[in-house]
């Protein structure tokens, strides 16, 4: 596994984890560290969409 495959899979699980806490709890664990849509947190967003991307490519694979 390559090591943009990990970090592609680092912010697929980070975006899971924030998502999975939004729906049970209520709560945006991005929001809450790095502000509501400050530069970085739409940054951090942005990487966990480009990575989800990435992680569709990683299911066709060999």
Do not use: C, E, P, Q
Not at 4 to 14: F, T
């Amino acid at each position: 596994m390559k090591i943009i495959d990990k970090i592609a899979l680092v912010l697929i699980i980070i975006g899971a984890i924030n998502w999975g806490l939004i729906g049970i709890f209520n709560f945006n664990l991005v929001a809450a560290i790095f502000g509501d849509m400050t530069l970085i947190s739409r940054i951090i967003y942005g990487l966990v969409g480009l990575s989800g991307l990435w992680g569709i490519k990683l299911l066709f694979d060999d």
